[in-house]
């Protein structure tokens, strides 16, 4: 059976990408696993009054079944709605995305099950073999009104079957011809971040390398006007790896990408920014403290809801101070 992702409550992403086109600011795509991240994100969202663009990986689809899944953000829009309404506050737009999708079939299979946006992440292959691919998936997802991201240059990192030991810059040369041929309707491109916690190799006391604005804003020039993706983007907040390392982690340099500059980022043609790495450390990093200093506690609740409450705070602080999406509901 066909579910359409209207009847589940979502929308593509047209709109949300030229609303913050105009509005010189990103909206936040976040990736969830579990109930706890879902509301997460949402009362989160809800609460700054900023669109979301809630992320399912592959990985993440099997591990919830497709089924649960469906139902699951099906009742995250809902709950989004009342949490709205309790508060006074606007009803915010939610899109469901595939991330990484890494076949025309998983992206199908998405479209099918109430997807709004996918992503088919061809950058991996040939130039002509990546377009090939991504206008395969974008034919079929616009007879369903369904957005489709596509990628040029490869993100360094691994984060679950994403995984590259390079870095390959986008080309800026390439991108009005895969714009043109291949019809997405927004584009990933590689200018510094990458995929996981340990984003750089660096010294203790070294800053991260600058991101490559010179390549985005080359890319903006030859495509004016369209929406641009940047993958990779969590800054691997140093309190929560240091929360995990005090209570028996092991997570030696690992550093991300500094907030100001995903901040100036957003100001220009990039409009979506994925962020999930930062998730994980902040939900990682409450379990072990509670777990750590309550040895007796065995009820889930207490810990998996103190690791939700963190999430509501570190998404609602890139809304407001990172991506600028706060308000724009």
Partial sequence: ???????????????????????????????????????????????????VILQVSKGAREYAN????????????????????????????????????????????????????????????????????????????HDFDVSVE????????????????????????????????????????????????????IKPGE???????????????RIPGFPIVLHGASSVLQDYVNMINKYGGSLENAVGIPEDQLRKAAKSAVCKINIDSDGRLVMTAKIREVLATKPAEFDPRKYLGQARDALIEMYKSKNINVLGSAGKA
């Fill in 1 to 51: 059976m066909i579910v359409s992702f209207r009847e589940l409550g979502f929308v593509n992403t047209k709109d949300m990408f030229q609303k913050a086109l105009k509005g010189g600011y990103a909206i936040p795509a976040y990736n969830f696993n579990n109930m706890e991240q879902l509301q997460a994100i949402i009362i989160a969202c809800v609460e700054t009054s900023s669109p």
């Fill in 207 to 221: 800053n991260p390398p600058s991101l490559r604005f010179d390549i985005l804003e080359e890319v903006e020039k």
């Fill in 150 to 201: 596509g990628e040029l240059g490869i993100l360094a990192g691994i984060e679950e079957h994403v995984q590259s030991n390079e870095h390959k810059y986008t080309k800026p040369e390439e991108v009005e011809e895969f714009v043109r041929a291949t019809g997405v309707d927004s584009l990933a491109i590689a200018i510094g971040t990458s995929h996981g916690a340990y984003k750089f190799k």
């Fill in 66 to 141: 497709q089924t649960i899944l469906r139902y699951l953000a099906e009742g995250a829009v809902e709950f989004s709605k009342e949490l709205a309404s309790s508060k006074n506050l606007p009803e915010i737009p939610i899109t469901l995305h595939l991330d990484h999708g890494d076949s025309f079939e998983l992206c199908k299979s998405c479209i099918l099950t109430g997807f709004s946006s996918v992503m088919i992440d061809g950058s991996h292959l040939p130039f002509e073999e990546n377009i090939r691919l991504t206008k395969s998936v974008v034919e079929f997802a």
